[in-house]
């Protein structure tokens, strides 16, 4: 069985740019969770989604926004890029959120130069 | 809000010695927590987790203990072996993850 798959793997973007980060769940699974995992810290929670409907925010700007579509896909966009942005980005599925049960993908690294 | 906290940002032992990695947490309300592994290039991987109502839980090789009463976590690995290398991350579930963050585990022969 495919686990949570992320594309691109590796990206490179110039400071004010903008980024489309995609993940693909686990089949069956209908929560989608972004974090955010800077070099030598823990992942920080960006959002979740279930059932295409926003669940959860953490704490970052309205610079990030992401969706999640009918077949449970989701998109993570970021808008002006900034240096501090460079981050690996990590999608995890869940078949209901909340906390439990949680596959992460490997992640996109994404470097803002 | 709750917070997460590794007590040793590096531990470094033996192959075949048994590892523990602490880990702190701040928030009472937080009742299911879980270790995750990282190894360069990957996405966290799960190890084992324990909920509020149990004290100890094991696995295949790899013990949690959680004691509630000063709102520590410990993983503890027996045998240790070279695949064991990684980063350990524990991390606490409310309606989302909160992460501690993480204790590399070196392995050396």
């Known amino acids: 069985d495919a686990g949570v798959t992320q594309s691109p793997t590796h990206l490179i973007k110039t400071r004010g740019q903008q980024v489309t980060l995609r993940c693909s769940p686990i089949s069956g699974h209908k929560s989608v969770s972004w974090y955010q995992q800077v070099l030598g810290q823990g992942p920080q929670f960006i959002f979740q989604?279930?059932?295409?409907?926003?669940?959860g925010r953490g704490n970052f700007p309205d610079r990030f926004s992401a969706r999640q579509f009918p077949n449970y896909s989701s998109e993570l966009n970021v808008n002006a890029l900034l240096l501090g942005d460079s981050a690996l980005y990590l999608c995890a599925s869940s078949l209901t959120g909340g906390g439990y049960g949680y596959t992460f993908g490997s992640g996109t690294r994404l470097t803002v130069v | 809000g709750e917070s997460v906290g590794l007590h040793l940002p590096t531990l470094s032992v033996q192959e075949g010695d048994n590892s523990i990695i602490n880990c702190a947490y701040s928030n009472s309300a937080s009742d299911y927590f879980i270790w995750y592994k990282q190894e360069s290039g990957k996405g966290p991987q799960f190890i084992i987790d324990?909920?509020?109502?149990?004290d100890k839980r094991q696995g295949q090789r790899v013990t949690v203990l959680l004691n509630k009463t000063v709102k520590h976590l410990s993983l503890q690995i027996a045998a240790t072996q070279p695949g064991d290398s990684a980063v350990y991350f524990c991390a606490a579930s409310t309606d989302k993850l909160i992460f501690g963050t993480g204790t590399r585990l070196q392995v050396f022969p």
């Open positions: 324990i909920r509020s109502n149990m």
């Open positions: 989604y279930y059932e295409k409907e926003e669940r």
